[in-house]
């Protein structure tokens, strides 16, 4: 522990994730107020920060999109709180967008275990990620998303040289800009949020969190919305995995096509719980047989089943 490592010493010292924030140098003689007013004007300037990346975050999407319709996936792969928001995100689209729980997949160092407790030592190491790509059995139709704040994570890196061997597709997501990130391969999208110093020097769970929150959401969403999962500004494809949800999809129903509780709920029976196939039958007229095939035939839109109905 006590051995001095020169060059990641130099490294983490030229970090913009590692400097010292002079907006907070007094925050530990702050009373509340001040702390949480210090905190939200920082936490202010990262949408601007994101803002600056969304042609990048947009070429994410689309690769995301093209591996989703081969049947592909999008996986994730992180260390520490960027881990723990990839998890998250992929945790949150099977009930938001009915998919298979495969789909989008969260690669943690460390393993599940590192989601609850931290394994820290568990990043140190390519071949970690090396492993769990391989253990995924990754190919040329998934993407590999890497998440490392300071863009340096050497989990990270190992993930996304063993996707690229594979022919995956590659993005990297961090929060320094791109001249101080040194990935061992090109990868396909460089999405770099310079977010700045944070409140408290080094603790990335902050503003450089909450970025790559925003990107994670953005990229899954975004792509959702290209595999036809929404219509207008609605998710249409929710799995009814609890009352909430079933209450939810009800009101989706009625919303959407003004009919009143009694008659959402037997569309929705009628449709075996499928939200869009029951949009589709009353919207189009027709049953659920040809509700499903129209569906397919314009690959889960239902814009355009509408719009070409015969």
Do not use: W
């Amino acid at each position: 522990m006590n051995t001095y490592n020169n060059s990641l010493f130099n490294e983490l010292k030229r970090l913009d994730t590692e400097q010292r924030n002079p907006e907070s140098m007094h925050i530990d003689m702050a009373g509340s107020r001040e702390i949480v007013q210090v905190m939200n004007r920082q936490d202010q300037q990262v949408a601007s920060c994101v803002a600056l990346r969304l042609d990048a975050i947009a070429e994410a999407i689309d690769l995301a999109g093209r591996a989703f319709k081969k049947d592909g996936r999008l996986l994730y792969a992180g260390a520490g709180t960027s881990g723990r928001l990839g998890v998250l995100d992929a945790s949150e689209c099977p009930p938001t967008f009915g998919t298979d729980p495969s789909q989008v997949v969260g690669l943690m160092a460390g393993g599940r275990e590192a989601m609850f407790q931290s394994k820290e030592g568990a990043e140190d190491d390519p071949g970690n990620g090396i492993r769990d790509v391989g253990r995924m059995s990754v190919t040329d139709r998934d993407v590999v998303c890497g998440l490392a704040a300071s863009g340096r994570t050497p989990y990270v890196h190992g993930a996304l040289a063993e996707a690229r061997k594979r022919g995956a597709g590659t993005i990297m997501v961090c929060c320094v800009s791109e001249s101080q990130v040194h990935v061992d391969v090109d990868v396909d999208v460089m999405i770099d949020i310079p977010v700045g110093p944070e409140v408290i020097m080094g603790s990335t769970r902050l503003k450089s969190g909450t970025a790559q929150k925003m990107v994670c959401n953005m990229i899954t969403t975004g792509a959702m919305i290209r595999m036809g999962k929404v219509y207008e500004n609605v998710m249409v494809d929710l799995a009814l995995s609890n009352e909430k949800l079933v209450e939810r999809a009800r009101r989706i129903v009625m919303m959407l096509t003004d009919v009143d509780y009694p008659e959402a709920s037997d569309l929705l029976k009628q449709a075996d719980g499928h939200v869009k196939v029951a949009l589709v039958m009353k919207l189009g007229n027709m049953d659920k047989e040809n509700a499903v095939k129209k569906l397919e035939a314009h690959d889960g839109f239902i814009r355009a089943v509408l719009l070409n109905l015969e």
